[in-house]
Nanobody, 115 residues
Framework: QVQLVESGGGLVQPGGSLMLSCTVSGGDFRADFMGWHREAPGKQRELVAGALLGGKTMYADSVKGRFNISRDYAKNTVYLQMNSLKPEDTAVYYC?????????WGQGTQVTVSS
């Protein structure tokens, strides 16, 4: 059974940094896609950043230049380094892993940016 374990959320002041991690157990490390979505109160879930098998990455316009996504294939883990955080980054962040025939979600981790 595939399980995603997320960590790294928390409370940070504007301008601060956080790093989220998501480790996949029970699944092949060669996932087609590993990424992060977020859902803020009253808003739809949106893609924040993704990393494709082979190295290509993608980012929402709102986080370009501030966030960096990376994959560690040996650990079957995806990271999201978030810098220069803004109050509008406040949301529950969900890890997402996609295989050809299935996709999985983590339980979500809260990120709050506030002074």
């Amino acid at each position: 059974q595939v399980q995603l374990v997320e960590s790294g959320g928390g409370l940070v002041q504007p301008g601060g940094s956080l790093m989220l991690s998501c480790t996949v157990s029970g699944g092949d490390f060669r996932a087609d896609f590993m990424g992060w979505h977020r859902e803020a109160p009253g808003k739809q879930r949106e893609l924040v950043a993704g990393a494709l098998l082979g190295g290509k990455t993608m980012y929402a316009d709102s986080v370009k230049g501030r966030f960096n996504i990376s994959r560690d294939y040996a650990k079957n883990t995806v990271y999201l380094q978030m810098n220069s955080l803004k109050p509008e980054d406040t949301a529950v962040y969900y890890c997402n892993v996609q295989y050809p025939l299935a996709y999985y979600w983590g339980q979500g981790t809260q990120v709050t940016v506030s002074s």
